[in-house]
């Protein structure tokens, strides 16, 4: 049967038009059932808080539960994987971080491309890594610490929660920008570089600042300063670092991902409800509690900050000529 014409033309335009209403019903209706919120990290940490706060917000706020999956292992890559691997439909998602912007020009046969591979939906905090040493360490400010670094190279042993971590790269990023030599001492996570530092077996650490304010707080760490181009709310009187070595800057990005190809209509409604969390009074506060700010924004923002980081830690990476399998 021939049609006519304008009834032929009717149905082409309503062919086309089919995918684009096709989304937009399905990200009005998203979720329709449980979504997954992949972790790389072990359940407790700040990743794991901040995973379980955003999630607890997302699911007031879409009716339908955010569950919290820990698959750590392999700093974050197999959670990463995991959700590359996953359905782009918006009921899989990432919390993705420094690490992972990191990860890219760490590994060198990764089984997926960050960038190329999840999809951006927000950013959610920045925060700020803290220089922290033992109280007998002669050096109470940047400046001093750096002098004594100079005057003894490689006596001065810095602390990470392992290589490649946000922790390692912050103090590598320090080295080079001071033009001092440090002895790296990598440990299997922040726990116990802090036990040795408090014990006086290391001197420097590149610390979070949930993981050692309450030391600093005690008197049983000194903090030299943060890592943060601004001084940080939860501890106001510790200085930037910045403000003796220009320019240098190591803070820690959080966000939320996706599959790439999930549907932009549903990674819309994500950074909407996730924009609408960060303006929350409670949720700001407990931001600050976890030592971070709100780092509210478009999609596209949090696309081009991973692309910047990305870009930065890979010049440090190519540069100090770290490696990881």
Known sequence: MKLPRRRFLHLA????????????????????????????????????????LMGQWLSERLGQQFVIENRSGASGNIAAEAVVRAAPDGYTLLLPGSTDVINATLYEKLNFNFIRDIAPVASITRAPHMIVVHPSFPAKTVPEFIAFAKANP???????????TPSHMSGELFKMMAGINMAHVPYRGAGQALVDLLGGQVQVF?????????????????????????????????????????????????????????????????????????????????????GGTALPGSAADFGKLIADETEKWGKLVKFVGIKRE
């Open 206 to 290: 590149f610390s979070s600042l949930p993981s050692s304010i309450a030391h600093v707080r005690t008197g049983d760490l000194r903090a030299l300063g943060v890592t943060t181009t601004m001084r940080s709310e939860t501890l106001p009187d510790v200085p930037a670092i910045g403000d003796f070595l220009p320019g240098y800057e190591a803070s820690g990005i959080t966000g939320l991902g996706a599959p790439k190809n999930t549907p932009a209509g549903i990674i819309e409604t994500l950074n909407k409800e996730i924009n609408a969390g960060l303006a929350d009074p409670k949720i700001k506060a407990r931001l600050a509690e976890l």
């Open 13 to 52: 335009a309503g062919a086309v038009a089919l995918p684009a209403i096709s989304q937009m019903a399905w990200a009005q209706t998203y979720p329709t059932r449980p979504v997954r919120l992949i972790v790389g990290f072990d359940a407790g940490g700040a990743a794991d808080i901040l995973a379980r």
């Open 154 to 164: 490689r006596k001065v042993s810095m602390a990470s929660a392992g290589i490649g």
